[in-house]
C-alpha cells in the first residue's frame, strides 16, 4: 500500500518535471540557450553587456537589448538609430557565437538576407540618378534572352516591386553555390525562366530570385556588377566624410584583395538559429496559448514556407534556391557555407551592420527634402519611394503589402503581429530571421537592427519591435515637449503683443 502511494507520488513529480522541463525548453527562455542551460541550468552564458552610445532620453534602448540578450531571444545584435539628422543609439551587445568567447561590437557584420534588398534597391536608385538606367525600360532592352515566356514587357521596375512573375525558377534553372560564381552561366539559367503568372502582373515577392537578374541587368547596362558599383561608386560616396569607421556594404566575401579577404573572416559573425524542434512547437501552438506567455505567432507564409513545399511561399523563399545538392541544407547554417559567401546574391547576401544600414536609410531619407545631405534626386526618391505604390495580398507573403515602386515596404500600422510604432508610417524592409532597415519621413526618424541569431518572425521580431516602440515612444515625447514649449513661446510673443 505505501508503495503504491510512493509511486503515485513519483508520477506527479515525474509528470511535473517534464511539465517544467517542457515550460522551460519552449516557452520561458527564448531559443538561443542550450537545452542543458534552460532545463537544468548548466553552460549557462556569461554575464552580457551592452555597448556603445545612446544620446540623452534614449538610454533605455540599451536596457532593453539588454533584456533580449538576458532571456535567450537575442545572441549577438547592434542597434542604430537616427532622429532629425542626429545619431541618438548606436549599440552593440552579446557574443558572436553559443560558444561565448567573442563579444558582438560595432565592427562585426552580419549576413542581413533581405535587408540586402533594400541595399540592391539604392544601387539601382543610384543608377538612375546618375542617368546611366531609366528604371522605367523593359528589362530585354538590355538583356534580349529575358524576354523569353511571356516577360517581353516586364520593366526593371516591375522586377524592383515584386511584380516582374519571377518569383520563383522552374528545377533546372536553380543555381548551386558554384553556379552563382560564374554570372555569365547564372544569366544563361536564369534568362529563360517562364512568367510564373503568364504574362500577368500580381505581386509575388522575389525572396532571392530578384538580385540575380539585378545583377545582369547592372552587368549589361553598365558592365559593372553590383558589387563592383558598391565598392567604386557608393561606399566612396557614404564615406565622403568618415574616412576612419567606414560603412560597409559588401555583397559576400570577394575573391581579394587578400587583406579585406581576412578582415572579413574574422568578421563576419556566423549564422544560428532555433532547434527544428523549437520552431515546429511554434509554428503548430495555437495563438491563445502562446500569447499567454507573451510569445506570438509565427507568419502563415513562413509556415508554409518552411514545412508545406508546394506552396508559391516556400517555393519562391526558399525552394528557388541556393540548390546545396545535399549539403548542409537547413535555414540559416546553410548560408554559412563558403562558396555561397564568395557569391553575390544581391537579394540575400550583402554583409554589413546597423551602423552602415541605418546610415544608408538616413541618406535615403534626406533625399525627400533634397539638399546637401540628400543621397538621390528628389526626383529619383520620388519616383523610387512615393510614385505608384501598390497595395494588394503578395501571393508569397500572403497578406495586404504595400509596396514602394523600388520594392520597399510600407508599415503604417506596426510590423508583423506587432502594434510596434503604429501610426508612424515606415518605409523599408527586413530580412529572415530578424534584421530591419527602416526610416520615416514624417517623424525623421533611420534605424537599423541587425542580428546573428535568426529568430522565426516575418517583419522583424521581439527583438526589434521593443526597440522600435521604445525609439518612437521617445521621439513622440521629446516632440510634444517641444510643442508644448513652442506653444508657450507663441504664448510668450502674443502675450509680449497684446501689452504692447
Ligand atoms: C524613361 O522612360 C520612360 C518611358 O519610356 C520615359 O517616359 C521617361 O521620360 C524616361 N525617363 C528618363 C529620365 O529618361
Ligand atoms: C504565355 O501566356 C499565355 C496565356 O496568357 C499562355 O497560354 C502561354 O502558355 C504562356 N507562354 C509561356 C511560354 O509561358
Ligand atoms: C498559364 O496558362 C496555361 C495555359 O493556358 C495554364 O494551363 C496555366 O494554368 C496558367 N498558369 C497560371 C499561373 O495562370
Ligand atoms: C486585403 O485588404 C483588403 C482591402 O482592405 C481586404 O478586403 C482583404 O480582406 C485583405 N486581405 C487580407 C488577406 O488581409
Not at 508503495?3 to 527562455?29: A, K
Not at 557565437?97 to 562585426?108: G, N
Not at 526618391?381 to 507573403?397: A, M, P
Not at 503589402?401 to 524592409?429: H, L
Amino acid at each position: 500500500m505505501t508503495n503504491g502511494d510512493g509511486f503515485g507520488w513519483m508520477r506527479i513529480v515525474v509528470v511535473l518535471g517534464l511539465l517544467n522541463c517542457f515550460y522551460s525548453y519552449f516557452l520561458r527562455y527564448g531559443p538561443v540557450f542550450h537545452w542543458q542551460h534552460k532545463m537544468f541550468g548548466l553552460y549557462a552564458q556569461p554575464l552580457v553587456g551592452v555597448y556603445g552610445t545612446t544620446e540623452p532620453g534614449y538610454e533605455n534602448l540599451k536596457t532593453i537589448m539588454h533584456k533580449g540578450l538576458k532571456n535567450g531571444e537575442d545572441l549577438g545584435s547592434q542597434f542604430t538609430a537616427y532622429v532629425d539628422g542626429n545619431l541618438v543609439a548606436d549599440i552593440a551587445g552579446g557574443f558572436t557565437t553559443t560558444h561565448y568567447k567573442t563579444r558582438y561590437r560595432p565592427y562585426h557584420l552580419q549576413q542581413v538576407f533581405s535587408c540586402s534588398k533594400f541595399v540592391t534597391s539604392t544601387v539601382f536608385l543610384h543608377l538612375a540618378n546618375t542617368n546611366r538606367i531609366n528604371l522605367s525600360d523593359p528589362i530585354s532592352k538590355h538583356w534580349p534572352e529575358f524576354s523569353h515566356g511571356n516577360k517581353s514587357h516586364v520593366t526593371i521596375q516591375h522586377l524592383l516591386q515584386h511584380r516582374s512573375g519571377v518569383a520563383f525558377l522552374d528545377k533546372e534553372r536553380i543555381p548551386t553555390p558554384e553556379d552563382l560564381l560564374n554570372l555569365d552561366l547564372l544569366a544563361s539559367k536564369i534568362a529563360g525562366q517562364p512568367h510564373n503568372f503568364n504574362g500577368t502582373q500580381v505581386s509575388a515577392y522575389h525572396a532571392v530570385t530578384r538580385g540575380w537578374y539585378l545583377n545582369e541587368i547592372a552587368r549589361r547596362v553598365t558592365g559593372l556588377t553590383v558589387r563592383e558599383i558598391m565598392y567604386t561608386e557608393i561606399m566612396p560616396l557614404l564615406n565622403k566624410n568618415h574616412p576612419d569607421s567606414p560603412f560597409e556594404f559588401h555583397y559576400g566575401i570577394p575573391d581579394g584583395p587578400a587583406d579585406l579577404v581576412e578582415s572579413l573572416g574574422v568578421r563576419v559573425a556566423p549564422l544560428d538559429s532555433a532547434s527544428y524542434i523549437y520552431k515546429i512547437f511554434h509554428a503548430i501552438a495555437p495563438n491563445s496559448f502562446l500569447s499567454l506567455f507573451g510569445h506570438l505567432k509565427v507568419d502563415p507564409a513562413l509556415i508554409n514556407a518552411y514545412f508545406f513545399k508546394d506552396t508559391e511561399s516556400s517555393k519562391s523563399l526558399i525552394g528557388s534556391g541556393p540548390d546545396f545538392k545535399g549539403r548542409e541544407a537547413e535555414f540559416p547554417w546553410s548560408y554559412n557555407d563558403a562558396v555561397l559567401r564568395r557569391s553575390q546574391s544581391p537579394s540575400f547576401n550583402v554583409l554589413t551592420n546597423s551602423r552602415s544600414l541605418a546610415w544608408l536609410a538616413e541618406v535615403v531619407r534626406r533625399s525627400a527634402e533634397g539638399g546637401e545631405a540628400a543621397m538621390l534626386a528628389k526626383e529619383v526618391y520620388g519616383f523610387g519611394y512615393k510614385e505608384n505604390r501598390v497595395t494588394e495580398v503578395d501571393r508569397v507573403l500572403l497578406g495586404n503589402i504595400t509596396f514602394t515602386q523600388c520594392g520597399m515596404g510600407v508599415f503604417r500600422d506596426g510590423f508583423g503581429p506587432s502594434k510596434a510604432g503604429a501610426g508612424v508610417e515606415f518605409v523599408g524592409w527586413t530580412g529572415a530571421g530578424g534584421s530591419v532597415v527602416f526610416f520615416s519621413e514624417e517623424f525623421g526618424i533611420s534605424l537599423s537592427f541587425t542580428p546573428n541569431f535568426m529568430e522565426f518572425q516575418a517583419v522583424g521580431d521581439q527583438r526589434s519591435w521593443r526597440l522600435i516602440e521604445e525609439l518612437v515612444r521617445v521621439v513622440k515625447e521629446k516632440r510634444s515637449k517641444k510643442s508644448i514649449e513652442t506653444g508657450e513661446k507663441h504664448k510668450d510673443e502674443d502675450s509680449g503683443r497684446d501689452e504692447l
